[in-house]
């Protein structure tokens, strides 16, 4: 290799390495785009809170699907009292759950047993064994999320029976993959009036992240609320992964496109699959929180070539 060789190899290697950040630190990119958005199927814009209530009303226990895609398993949970699930767990995903009615009687693996209340924001790491019981008088009411297609184990270390009337075959396996753990983001649980409302009436959380690994980010967002923001602000997309939303506090404006302005109550879970700008506001009038789900801590975000990469 020649002198002028080597020294044309390590200005390439530099100019790669190290490329000049565009104006209002924004990089910029050809990014895909679908010509033909994609359906949102099955699921909705905006599942409203008092519609499910209104379906369900006079049944003491009950389920419905607020949110199915190819990652995400989202459904409203009604248990009457007494009702205690299995001990169980899942072996490859977290499981997340915002308790929005009665007390619910948490025993997870490890940790002390607890009761949750509206606005708990409670998880359960891969391979950590819990169970749930609704105690009191009313019923429990959760959000609870998993992996879609994703079925829960059940402990065999101790005779335990083969799972009864499951549309799942069980057979007992034996493996040496140890439990996940909790750590400094990702608690057993967050107290959401107590530790973030009442803390603070008028910001957020300095820890935003209720669940934030490789396979998933759930992520408190608060603020006071702001006028509308101009159409122009279009927001962003993500490439090929959706996201959804549980509204924890007062009102959120969405706009997403092709399906126009609209505002999200507390209560109200709102969905937007992949390609489709959505932007994201807090409705004015009051303090507002979103909690945000999306697939990963590093989900990229694609913002109009005019909106120096933000909102």
Same mark, same amino acid.
């Given at each position: 290799?020649?002198?002028?060789?080597?020294?044309?190899?390590?200005?390439?290697?530099?100019?790669?390495?190290?490329?000049?950040?565009?104006?209002?630190?924004?990089?910029?990119?050809?990014?895909?785009?679908?010509?033909?958005?994609?359906?949102?199927?099955?699921?909705?814009?905006?599942?409203?809170?008092?519609?499910?209530?209104?379906?369900?009303?006079?049944?003491?226990?009950?389920?419905?699907?607020?949110?199915?895609?190819?990652?995400?398993?989202?459904?409203?949970?009604?248990?009457?009292?007494?009702?205690?699930?299995?001990?169980?767990?899942?072996?490859?995903?977290?499981?997340?759950?915002?308790?929005?009615?009665?007390?619910? &009687?948490?025993? =997870?693996?490890?940790?002390?047993?607890? %009761? !949750?209340?509206?606005?708990?924001?409670?998880?359960?790491?891969? +391979? *950590?064994?819990?169970?749930?019981?609704?105690?009191?008088?009313?019923?429990?009411?959760?959000?609870?999320?998993?992996?879609?297609?994703?079925?829960?184990?059940?402990?065999?270390?101790?005779?335990?029976?083969?799972?009864?009337?499951?549309?799942?075959?069980?057979?007992?396996?034996?493996?040496?993959?140890?439990?996940?753990?909790?750590?400094?983001?990702? &608690?057993?649980? =967050?107290?959401?009036?107590?530790?973030? %409302? !009442?803390?603070?009436?008028?910001?957020?959380?300095?820890?935003? +992240? *209720?669940?934030?690994?490789?396979?998933?980010?759930?992520?408190?967002?608060?603020?006071?609320?702001?006028?509308?923001?101009?159409?122009?602000?279009?927001?962003?997309?993500?490439?090929?992964?959706?996201?959804?939303?549980?509204?924890?506090?007062?009102?959120?404006?969405?706009?997403?496109?092709?399906?126009?302005?609209?505002?999200?109550?507390?209560?109200?879970?709102?969905?937007?699959?992949?390609?489709?700008?959505?932007? !994201?506001?807090?409705?004015?009038?009051?303090?507002?929180?979103?909690?945000?789900?999306?697939?990963?801590?590093?989900?990229?975000?694609?913002?109009?070539?005019?909106?120096?990469?933000?909102?």
């Amino acid at each position: 290799m020649t002198r002028w060789q080597l020294l044309l190899g390590c200005t390439l290697a530099l100019a790669l390495a190290a490329p000049a950040v565009a104006q209002d630190d924004a990089w910029y990119a050809w990014s895909p785009k679908p010509d033909r958005l994609p359906s949102y199927g099955k699921n909705k814009p905006v599942v409203r809170l008092p519609a499910v209530l209104a379906r369900h009303k006079g049944q003491p226990r009950w389920s419905e699907q607020a949110v199915l895609t190819k990652r995400w398993d989202a459904r409203w949970i009604q248990a009457a009292p007494g009702d205690k699930t299995p001990v169980q767990y899942y072996g490859d995903d977290r499981t997340v759950w915002v308790v929005w009615g009665g007390q619910i &009687r948490f025993t =997870i693996e490890g940790q002390a047993p607890f %009761v !949750a209340t509206k606005g708990f924001l409670v998880q359960v790491p891969q +391979r *950590v064994r819990y169970s749930m019981e609704t105690i009191g008088s009313e019923p429990s009411l959760r959000f609870e999320v998993t992996h879609t297609g994703i079925k829960p184990n059940y402990p065999a270390d101790n005779g335990e029976a083969k799972p009864a009337g499951a549309d799942t075959s069980y057979i007992k396996v034996s493996t040496p993959t140890q439990p996940d753990k909790y750590d400094e983001i990702n &608690r057993p649980y =967050i107290d959401f009036f107590k530790d973030v %409302v !009442a803390a603070d009436s008028t910001h957020g959380p300095k820890q935003t +992240r *209720v669940v934030s690994d490789e396979a998933g980010l759930v992520n408190i967002i608060r603020g006071p609320g702001t006028p509308t923001p101009p159409a122009g602000n279009r927001g962003h997309f993500h490439i090929g992964d959706d996201e959804f939303w549980f509204i924890l506090e007062g009102k959120c404006d969405y706009l997403i496109e092709k399906v126009g302005l609209f505002t999200a109550d507390t209560g109200d879970i709102v969905f937007v699959p992949p390609g489709r700008y959505h932007r !994201a506001s807090w409705h004015d009038g009051q303090m507002d929180t979103r909690l945000s789900f999306n697939v990963s801590p590093l989900l990229f975000h694609n913002f109009g070539p005019d909106a120096g990469g933000k909102q």
